[in-house]
């Protein structure tokens, strides 16, 4: 059985995430920080009002916050923006980091510049995640011209000053050779600083790298190690893998009811090919008690969010009548949105039933079997943004 996949890569679009500011910065606002937090988003408001209104940047910084969160008051981006624009004209690096954020949020060519010069001045400071979002729009475009050398550059600083992401996405960009040589190694060097931070995503990367055997040795140990130290963070690809390779035995001991639960974890996380993996599970009786109706629950979970596989086998229990009754109309409704997606199998079935416009030919296709899903159903060689 093998478990080889080929990796996959989130987009490494511009990172908006907002910044925390560091709790208690000095005694004046050290009220407020305590107060918001203990989730007290009212008191700190009216703590930071004052404060911001007498100038005080970190004051100025955390009400901009709340504004943008919608903590303790109504969300408002605009009054966010004012109030980190304040803080920003006085240097303070994590709002002109969110000012950036807001800026490039609302698009246009002028608003991505005068982000870029907002990541440019904080990433000066070293502040790593302004390194991280001006390496990111150096890399695409956004704001500036296109540079992926200095984009790599400002990433790199941003990952030593000890930002994850960055780490992360250096990864990425290496694993995938996006403007630059494809290079395993180093894609393993970045994905392993990042992991090592406790990034989820990256220590399922690294899981990916050690099972495949690309830039380290292969390993399956180390790769469940990794799928395991990501699945526990709620990573629901990891869990996906985790569980496959605890079914099997690859890495460690067969666990098949730790396998269930994993499986189950990452259906509840919405991870699509973990719903359909779900539902064969329950149609086929594997390690758990043959429930038709449960594996109807996953299965049109998954094909309602347009898993093909998914979308071929709640075809084919409407045919064979497994888990619902037999209706050949929704047989065929579901054939054909698996046959659109490109799966062969699921075109000849509708050429079959399209051919009767009687039950006529639901015999021959009841014989059929399930199609199991796709291990890496959600793996792209390369990312979405990049493409």
Not at 107 to 115: H, R
Not at 190 to 201: H, R
Not at 283 to 302: I, N, T, Y
Request: net charge negative; proline share 3%; aromatic share 8%.
């Amino acid at each position: 059985m093998s478990l080889r996949l080929p990796i996959s890569v989130s987009s490494p679009c511009l990172l908006l995430l907002t910044v925390l500011g560091a709790p208690a910065c000095s005694t004046v606002t050290s009220g407020g920080h305590d107060a918001y937090a203990q989730g007290n988003f009212s008191d700190s408001l009216g703590t930071w009002m004052g404060l911001a209104q007498e100038g005080n940047a970190e004051a100025q910084f955390m009400l901009a916050l709340q504004y943008d969160q919608g903590q303790g008051v109504a969300e408002d981006d605009q009054e966010a923006m004012q109030w980190y624009r304040r803080a920003a004209v006085q240097g303070h690096a994590p709002a002109q980091t969110n000012l950036g954020i807001l800026l490039a949020e609302q698009g246009g060519e002028a608003s991505l510049q005068e982000a870029v010069t907002w990541f440019t001045r904080a990433a000066e400071e070293g502040f790593a995640p302004a390194s991280t979002n001006l390496g990111m729009m150096q890399l695409l475009g956004q704001g500036v011209e296109k540079n992926p050398s200095l984009g790599r550059g400002s990433l790199e600083n941003g990952a030593r000053n000890g930002d994850a992401r960055a780490a992360r996405l250096l990864g990425a960009v290496y694993y995938v050779g996006y403007e630059t040589a494809t290079n395993f190694d180093r894609a393993a060097e970045w994905y392993q600083m990042a992991a090592l931070q406790g990034d989820a995503e990256a220590q399922y990367q690294l899981g990916l790298l050690f099972l495949n055997g690309e830039g380290v040795q292969q390993r399956d140990e180390e790769a469940r190690r990794w799928f395991q130290r990501s699945a526990e963070q709620g990573e629901a690809s990891a869990q996906f893998l985790l569980a496959r390779m605890t079914d099997a035995g690859i890495g460690g001991d067969k666990e098949h009811d730790s396998a269930q639960r994993l499986l189950e974890q990452a259906a509840a996380n919405n991870y699509l090919p973990a719903q359909s993996a779900l539902a064969m599970r329950y149609l086929q009786g594997d390690f758990v008690p043959r429930d038709d109706e449960k594996a109807f629950h996953w299965m049109s979970q998954a094909a309602l969010q347009g898993f093909a596989v998914a979308q071929y086998n709640l075809g084919l229990m409407y045919v064979k009548g497994q888990g619902v009754m037999q209706d050949r109309l929704q047989a065929l409704r579901w054939m054909k949105a698996a046959a659109d997606q490109g799966l062969q199998q699921a075109q000849e079935r509708v050429d079959m039933m399209e051919a009767s416009s009687t039950a006529a030919a639901l015999p021959g296709i009841q014989s059929e079997g399930y199609l199991m899903p796709d291990w890496a159903a959600d793996a792209h060689p390369l990312p979405e943004a990049l493409r």
